[in-house]
């Protein structure tokens, strides 16, 4: 770029100095220095972008390759599903032709899985005690307040 060492900025400066004069001088070079500042930011803002779109077409790249790795991998399980689907259905021949019986011509070629164990629906939000509901109920411990009116009413003697 340009080589402008401390010589060459006073010779620039005194230049100035003389052709502009003393009452404009600091007034021009805010604005030059303004100028250069918004020539500085465009320039970054320029690498900016440019940095960013070189990392978008690689993260493009990579999406494409990850997507590429998980079709082949449905098309490795459809094919491992389909074999296996045989080999089971010719086992379920096999045995349904040395038995000859009828009774076990409807009954499936596998066991069907036992139900999924799925987690009791508690709502997670309320606060619970560690100690159990029936040991409180056992000892008589209050598990819910009461206001002092109730509280009265409750332990009024009877007529």
């Given amino acids: 770029m340009l080589d402008l060492g401390i010589s060459?900025?006073?010779?620039?400066?005194?230049?100035?100095?003389?052709?502009?004069?003393?009452?404009?001088?600091?007034?021009?070079?805010?604005?030059?220095?303004?100028?250069?500042?918004?020539?500085?930011r465009y320039v970054a803002d320029v690498k900016a972008e440019v940095n960013r779109a070189m990392d978008l077409d690689e993260l493009k790249k990579m999406k494409e390759t990850v997507e590429d790795?998980?079709?082949?991998?449905?098309?490795?399980?459809?094919?491992?599903?389909?074999?296996?689907?045989k080999d089971m259905n010719a086992a379920a021949a096999a045995l349904q032709g040395t038995d000859g019986a009828s009774a076990d011509a409807a009954a499936p070629a596998w066991e069907p899985l036992p139900p999924v164990y799925r987690r009791p629906?508690?709502?997670?939000?309320?606060?619970?005690?560690?100690t159990p509901q029936w040991y409180k109920a056992?000892?008589?411990?209050?598990?819910?307040?009461?206001?002092?009116?109730?509280?009265?009413?409750r332990f009024r003697p009877k007529k």
Avoid: Y
């Fill in 138 to 153: 056992r000892q008589g411990v209050r598990r819910q307040v009461q206001s002092g009116a109730a509280r009265v009413a």
């Fill in 121 to 130: 629906g508690k709502n997670w939000r309320l606060k619970r005690g560690a």
């Fill in 69 to 85: 790795a998980g079709r082949e991998v449905e098309r490795s399980l459809h094919a491992a599903k389909a074999s296996f689907e």
């Fill in 8 to 40: 060459k900025m006073a010779l620039i400066g005194a230049v100035a100095l003389i052709v502009i004069g003393p009452e404009k001088l600091p007034r021009v070079a805010r604005t030059i220095g303004t100028l250069l500042g918004k020539a500085q």
